[in-house]
């Protein structure tokens, strides 16, 4: 009786890759064709193929890119009462709050969320005061590359910066999480759209759009009149807008609709963020 031969190990998708990655790229173009090439012949799965990607594509990216800006940040006034400011805090559900003094240029802190819990009580309440729970806050430029950001949140164990333009200014807030997402796709919690939604407000301006809603759908909601006689979905009217199959963090302007790519692969968008513009009247 001989003996069965041992099974061989299944190799990784990793030791796949760098079989595929023999004949060595010249440039980054030739990098992504290789990985593609790999994942069409099941060396590489869509996801990890996204993935790394997304690792290349934030080298590229600077922080203006992916920043929320000035204009829409959620910020706490440093003399508020703790009663008039934490309603805006719970409504909004972010974890972290820029402070400022008297304009959104002077930044002095941030806030986060979970140091308002020691004051529940209204005992607590009355011995509140935002100096003592402040966080030193990081200013970084909006130039500066989004992998170079990604260390520095590593390096200072901070998750948001407060970023300023050429002149100084506050320009906007950006977050660890904004740039991990522009590495693995949206980061989905509870406030994140479900599969029987198609679309999900965010705030009074913001929403989230599956790419897939029926533009028939889009305009009822939005009491709007969007082309919808070559595409049936919101996707394939904004592909026809790019031009081309976009990357995540592009944006393109549709009527009073800014539309941002929150997540696509190399073959279609799925999912998108709507800012509704504020439509301007020409004077007469």
Do not use: C
Request: proline share 4%; net charge negative.
């Amino acid at each position: 009786m001989t003996e069965e031969e041992p099974t061989k190990p299944t190799r990784s998708w990793l030791e796949r890759l760098s079989q595929a990655l023999l004949r060595e790229p010249q440039d980054r173009e030739q990098l992504v064709e290789l990985l593609r090439d790999a994942e069409q012949r099941n060396l590489l799965d869509a996801e990890a193929l996204a993935m790394i990607e997304g690792v290349l594509q934030i080298s590229q990216m600077r922080v203006r890119d992916i920043m929320i800006p000035r204009a829409q940040m959620v910020v706490v006034e440093q003399d508020m009462p703790l009663k008039e400011f934490l309603p805006q805090v719970i409504e909004s559900g972010h974890s972290r709050f820029p402070v400022i003094n008297e304009t959104r240029d002077e930044v002095l802190g941030i806030l986060l969320a979970k140091d308002l819990l020691r004051f529940s009580s209204e005992t607590a309440q009355a011995q509140f005061n935002m100096r003592d729970i402040l966080r030193t806050p990081i200013f970084v430029p909006e130039s500066k590359r989004l992998d170079k950001l990604l260390q520095e949140f590593r390096r200072t164990h901070n998750h948001m910066a407060i970023v300023i333009d050429e002149y100084g200014g506050v320009a906007g807030v950006v977050t660890i999480e904004d740039v991990l997402e522009q590495i693995v796709g949206e980061i989905e919690d509870e406030y994140d759209i479900d599969e029987e939604t198609f679309i999900k407000q965010h705030s009074i301006t913001q929403y989230i759009i599956k790419a897939l809603t029926p533009i028939e759908d889009f305009n009822e909601y939005f009491k709007a009149s969007l082309d919808d006689s070559e595409f049936d979905t919101i996707g394939g009217l904004v592909l026809r807008a790019f031009g081309h199959l976009p990357k995540r963090g592009e944006t393109i302007n549709i009527d009073r609709f800014r539309f941002k790519v929150l997540h696509a692969d190399n073959r279609r968008i799925h999912l998108l963020r709507l800012t509704l513009r504020k439509v301007q009247t020409l004077p007469e």
